[in-house]
């Protein structure tokens, strides 16, 4: 009868087997008392009732003076606040000695945005519409800090650095599409001509910085497309429109679109510079040709994927210089809007209403970027590494994804 050998794996687990065996009965212990605990909180949890998302939620913060970096007490603020209804209302409170301000009880979730201003020194300086979310088992708390500037009334602290002009025909006119890069140089905020009246201490608003519009302009259909700043209202002008808020030191960039009627396939968009520009550039999508007696031909230009014909400035211009511009179609050239960067932008905006009145939407709630407005980013984008503002690589990583979020949004092919 064979033997049976036991194998070292066995002699070497029979010691441990052994240990297991008088520790068991504690071990049962152990875990059927952690069985218990575990159960009794499962039975807590199952009993406690379901956590309820925050009604209400509170905006506070502070005002800080820029420059010195120091609370600003004494300062007016407002909290408007929006959620679809026409008429939008508004809060308004004080800062206390430590520049501190709240807003308390007010309704949360996407439906609801708010918008902070604080006038200080004349000036209206504007924070970032707000989103109170509604998904805190606490009652959710933002804490924002909005910086105000002292102030200045001179128009000279304004330099237009680049004054960029798209002009692209359609059925009925002209729409362009303008790119303006303010400069502030000096360590005061610009406020505009009227606040050496002090209007606007009261809370009301005055012009700041003015933008002309051509005689033939249709100003109902002036819409601000892109802005660094948040601009709470347009004020209408008897030269074109005029932003309200106070313009801080450094560079700030805004965007808008209007149309402009015409006869006999000209078109007059004659304008008078109001603050120094150092350059000023159109581009005219074919068959528009410009002529004008400050800008010159330089010749077609890759914008996107489209070809423009560039006329640029000669040199600076000094306020009240005039810019004569007349844009004149090829006679047969077929009606409907023309394909391009600026006449699709201008296809999703030329029926929107001026907005005289403050009209805010939270970047937070926003849909992404519409196909159209990626079109004029890719565009914006040729432009600003045509000009050396950014580097071949940035130029090149970033197109790339604009081009595959455009991509996306292409119709389906039916």
């Known amino acids: 009868m064979p033997v049976m050998r036991r194998s070292p794996f066995s002699r070497r687990a029979m010691p441990a087997m052994r240990r297991l065996s008088v520790r068991t009965p504690r071990v049962i212990r152990v875990l059927r008392t952690l069985g218990l605990v575990i159960c009794a909180a499962l039975i807590a949890v199952s009993a406690a009732p379901a956590v309820r998302a925050a009604d209400t939620g509170t905006i ?104 960029d002009v798209f002009v692209v025909q359609d059925a009925d006119g002209v729409g362009l599409i303008e790119s303006y890069r303010i400069v502030n ?28 519009l051509p005689e033939k302009a249709d100003k109902q259909s002036v819409q601000i497309i892109e802005s660094d700043l948040d601009v709470p209202s347009l004020l209408p002008t008897e030269y074109g429109f005029a932003t309200t808020i106070a313009i801080p030191p450094g560079e700030t960039r805004l965007t808008y679109t209007y149309r402009v009627e015409g006869s006999a396939g000209v078109y007059d968009i004659t304008r008078t510079a109001l603050y120094a520009m150092a350059e000023v550039d159109f581009y005219a999508e074919p068959p528009l040709t410009i002529e004008s007696n400050r800008l010159e031909d330089k ?29 004149t179609a090829e006679a047969g050239t077929p009606g409907g809007l023309l394909l391009g960067v600026a006449a699709v932008l201008l296809l999703l905006v030329a029926t929107a209403a001026f907005g005289w009145r403050r009209s805010r939407r939270p970047a937070v709630v926003t849909a992404p ?45 039916r």
Not at 301 to 326: F, H, I, M, N
């Open 299 to 327: 010749g077609s230009v890759q914008v996107g994927d489209k070809t423009y014909t560039r006329y640029a400035s000669t040199e600076g211009l000094d306020p009240a210089d005039p810019v004569q511009v007349l844009a």
């Open 60 to 163: 506070k913060g502070k005002v800080v003076r820029a420059g010195v970096d120091k609370p600003q007490p004494g300062v007016k603020v407002t909290l408007t606040i929006g959620g679809g209804t026409e008429e939008l209302e508004s809060q308004t409170t004080t800062t206390d000695a430590k520049g501190r301000y709240l807003f308390d009880d007010l309704a949360t979730g996407e439906a609801h945005f708010y918008a902070l201003d604080a006038v200080y020194d004349g000036g209206l300086f504007a924070g970032r519409p707000l989103v109170i979310p509604d998904n805190t088992e606490k009652k959710p708390i933002i804490t924002s800090t909005l910086r105000v500037w002292d102030t200045t009334t001179d128009p000279s602290s304004i330099l237009i650095r680049r004054n």
């Open 185 to 212: 140089p000096t360590h005061l905020a610009y406020i505009g001509r009227g606040g050496e009246t002090g209007e606007n201490e009261d809370g009301t608003t005055t012009p700041t910085v003015g933008f002309w």
């Open 369 to 413: 970027a519409a196909r159209e407005v990626l079109l004029a980013s890719i565009a914006e984008l040729d432009l600003r590494h045509e000009a050396g503002e950014i580097s071949d690589e940035e130029h090149a990583a970033r197109r790339a994804a604009m081009k595959d979020d455009l991509r996306n949004r292409e119709p389906a092919a």
